[in-house]
């Protein structure tokens, strides 16, 4: 039995192979997920933990959706239509995303081990969730699961 591809690994080789087959878009789009890594591992001063490039992968991904909406409103469809692309290329290395009702689980288990929240707690539970999640959760729905959960 043989372990399983780390994030890195499975970057790696697919970047050769886009490079092998000449996939311009594809072999950019790695390079930049790769360097943004090497980025955070300089910050860091250290390797980077697959949660940490699973987040990584997370804010990356974001950042392509805030590109497509403003080239969408700036009538630029062919600049927004090369952001999706990028985004179902980063979509492949990101952990498969929690459901919903796993999320909801989550977050009360983890309500119940902090005791007294109170609405200025949010942050506290919303980032102790996250790093449970590990990288798995959308922000969005955490917050507003943390959200209803506090009110």
């Known amino acids: 039995m043989s372990l399983p591809k780390s994030l890195n690994e499975n970057l790696k080789e697919s970047l050769v192979a886009a490079m092998k087959a000449k996939d311009e878009l594809r072999t950019s ?3 930049m997920v790769k360097a943004a890594f090497k980025n955070a591992e300089i910050d860091k001063r250290s390797a980077l933990s697959e949660s940490e490039m699973a987040a990584i992968l997370q804010k990356l991904k974001k950042q392509r959706f805030d590109s497509i909406d ?27 995303a929690m459901a919903e009702s796993e999320l909801v689980a989550l977050v009360d288990q983890v309500a119940a081990t ?14 102790a969730v996250m790093e449970k999640a590990q990288g798995r959760g959308d922000g969005k729905v955490v917050s507003e699961l943390v959200k209803k959960k506090l009110s």
């Open 29 to 31: 789009t790695l390079r």
């Open 70 to 96: 403003q080239f969408t409103k700036a009538n630029r469809h062919d600049l927004a239509d090369k952001e999706k692309l990028e985004v179902a290329i980063i979509e492949e290395f990101l952990p498969k």
């Open 114 to 127: 902090m005791e007294g929240l109170t609405m200025k707690d949010m942050g506290k539970l919303i980032k």
